[in-house]
């Protein structure tokens, strides 16, 4: 929480007049609270400087019909080059070793759990097993999941109360999704930290210190990215008051698309398994990724920094052959590159399938939707409301 500013001085900061200051409030875009008079409002300035920032022009032209929503959030603040969790810098807590789990409960801002708070019971996982086997085997990741979650909300999670212990579900729903994940390679065991549970199912490899702790670095840095498209929707599940798996089942719906949580994919398919095989001369046109994908970033114009901090624990694990073809894909990018190439990279040189990138993605950003959703609860209902225009019907 920053400086708490009177409504002349907040105004100013946005560079509005103070009828447009209530405005915002009235709108649910910025949170006001009592003065020490009891009659006046005060302004916190690090909800000015996020909600300035969100109404400055982009730099990049804006489609004629697009919509921007400003919404007051305490989870993260994202600006070019830095990213941080409830203050803290992303980086830092990469460079700190902060496993995914306690960065996830950093998110929910609460105390870390005790006990194996973070697998399925044998009953749940029994029964997960039936919805999987239920589904064909050419179904998308992101839609498996989507599944997996809509069984669990009546498969024994938290249970129903209000407000819901969003902590606990998710929790509940993340070991959800690693569990239906890949495939159970010695799953079993005392240690079960999400990131060596993923990389069992998922690579073929063995779970060493320097690869699990690779692919934690890769959790840490995509649980939470502000209000990207998917946490958008599940701030509109959760202001209808949907149920937590709800809100992650509308997330998860907005990740699948080719421009957000299944473009990791797309990259490995189209740079790595190509290249790899010696087929980048002859890929031609399917070899092209569509625009902003695994290089460059609409908000990140210097650089995507979540980027060379994985890029740095996948060449770690990487062979002299997998970091070559790392290094010429980056040389041959028309910009630099962003957290998708480096999750395509991590799934490449884990030998993992390309789907389990983005299967990572989900996993990952479900940290960032709970705390979204949660946050959502405490503000006014159905707050997101839409006004169609109607246009003219043309001739015939």
Same mark, same amino acid.
């Given at each position: 929480?920053?400086?708490?500013?009177?409504?002349?001085?907040?105004?100013?900061?946005?560079?509005?007049?103070?009828?447009?200051?209530?405005?915002?409030?009235?709108?649910?875009?910025?949170?006001?609270?009592?003065?020490?008079?009891?009659?006046?409002?005060?302004?916190?300035?690090?909800?000015?400087?996020?909600?300035?920032?969100?109404?400055?022009?982009?730099?990049?032209?804006?489609?004629?019909?697009?919509?921007?929503?400003?919404? +007051?959030?305490?989870?993260?603040?994202? &600006?070019? =080059?830095?990213?941080?969790?409830?203050?803290?810098?992303?980086?830092?807590?990469?460079?700190?070793?902060? #496993?995914?789990?306690?960065? +996830?409960?950093?998110? *929910?801002?609460?105390?870390?759990?005790?006990?194996?708070? *973070?697998?399925? &019971?044998?009953?749940?996982?029994?029964?997960?097993?039936?919805?999987?086997?239920?589904?064909?085997?050419?179904?998308?990741?992101?839609?498996?999941?989507?599944?997996?979650?809509?069984?669990?909300?009546?498969?024994?999670?938290?249970?129903?109360?209000?407000?819901?212990?969003?902590?606990?579900? $998710?929790?509940?729903?993340?070991?959800?999704?690693?569990? +239906?994940?890949? @495939?159970? #390679? =010695? !799953? +079993?065991?005392?240690? $079960? @930290?999400?990131?060596?549970?993923?990389? #069992?199912?998922?690579?073929?490899?063995?779970?060493?210190?320097?690869?699990?702790?690779?692919?934690?670095?890769?959790?840490?840095?995509?649980?939470?990215?502000?209000?990207?498209?998917?946490?958008?929707?599940?701030?509109?599940?959760? &202001?209808?008051?949907?149920?937590?798996? $709800?809100?992650?089942?509308? =997330?998860? $719906?907005?990740?699948?698309?080719?421009?957000?949580?299944?473009?990791?994919?797309?990259?490995?398919?189209?740079?790595?398994?190509?290249?790899?095989?010696?087929?980048?001369?002859?890929?031609? !046109?399917?070899?092209?990724?569509?625009?902003?994908?695994? %290089?460059?970033?609409?908000?990140?114009?210097?650089?995507?920094? /979540?980027?060379?901090?994985?890029?740095?624990?996948?060449?770690?694990?990487?062979?002299?052959?997998?970091?070559?073809?790392?290094?010429?894909?980056?040389?041959?990018?028309?910009?630099?590159?962003?957290?998708? %190439?480096?999750?395509?990279?991590? &799934?490449?040189?884990?030998?993992?399938?390309?789907?389990?990138?983005?299967?990572?993605?989900?996993?990952?950003?479900?940290?960032?939707?709970?705390?979204?959703?949660?946050?959502?609860?405490?503000?006014?209902?159905?707050?997101? /409301?839409?006004?169609?225009?109607?246009?003219?019907?043309?001739?015939?």
């Amino acid at each position: 929480m920053g400086e708490q500013l009177d409504a002349r001085t907040a105004a100013e900061r946005l560079g509005v007049d103070v009828r447009t200051l209530y405005a915002y409030v009235s709108r649910g875009a910025l949170r006001r609270a009592p003065g020490p008079d009891g009659r006046s409002s005060r302004y916190d300035s690090d909800e000015l400087e996020l909600l300035a920032r969100r109404s400055r022009p982009r730099t990049l032209p804006r489609p004629a019909a697009s919509i921007d929503l400003v919404i +007051a959030t305490r989870v993260s603040t994202v &600006s070019d =080059g830095v990213v941080r969790y409830r203050g803290r810098d992303v980086l830092g807590l990469v460079a700190a070793g902060e #496993r995914f789990e306690a960065v +996830a409960e950093l998110l *929910w801002a609460c105390p870390p759990a005790a006990g194996p708070v *973070w697998r399925l &019971s044998a009953g749940q996982a029994a029964s997960l097993e039936l919805v999987l086997d239920a589904l064909g085997d050419g179904t998308p990741v992101a839609m498996r999941f989507a599944a997996a979650v809509a069984a669990a909300a009546g498969a024994g999670g938290p249970g129903a109360t209000s407000p819901p212990d969003w902590p606990a579900w $998710g929790r509940f729903l993340i070991a959800t999704l690693v569990g +239906a994940s890949g @495939q159970a #390679r =010695g !799953d +079993a065991g005392a240690d $079960g @930290q999400v990131a060596r549970r993923l990389w #069992r199912r998922w690579s073929p490899l063995s779970p060493t210190a320097a690869r699990v702790s690779a692919l934690d670095t890769a959790l840490v840095l995509l649980a939470e990215h502000e209000l990207a498209a998917s946490t958008l929707a599940v701030r509109v599940a959760a &202001s209808a008051r949907a149920a937590p798996p $709800g809100c992650v089942l509308a =997330g998860l $719906g907005a990740l699948s698309g080719t421009l957000h949580g299944d473009a990791p994919r797309i990259v490995r398919e189209r740079l790595f398994c190509q290249r790899a095989d010696g087929a980048d001369d002859e890929a031609g !046109d399917d070899a092209r990724l569509p625009a902003g994908v695994g %290089f460059g970033h609409s908000v990140h114009r210097g650089g995507d920094p /979540r980027s060379a901090p994985l890029l740095r624990a996948v060449q770690a694990i990487a062979t002299p052959a997998d970091r070559d073809l790392i290094e010429r894909a980056v040389h041959d990018a028309p910009a630099p590159p962003n957290a998708d %190439f480096a999750l395509a990279a991590l &799934s490449h040189v884990a030998r993992m399938p390309p789907e389990a990138a983005t299967a990572i993605f989900a996993v990952a950003r479900t940290a960032g939707w709970i705390a979204h959703a949660a946050e959502e609860y405490t503000e006014p209902y159905v707050r997101f /409301r839409g006004r169609a225009v109607t246009f003219p019907r043309g001739p015939g």
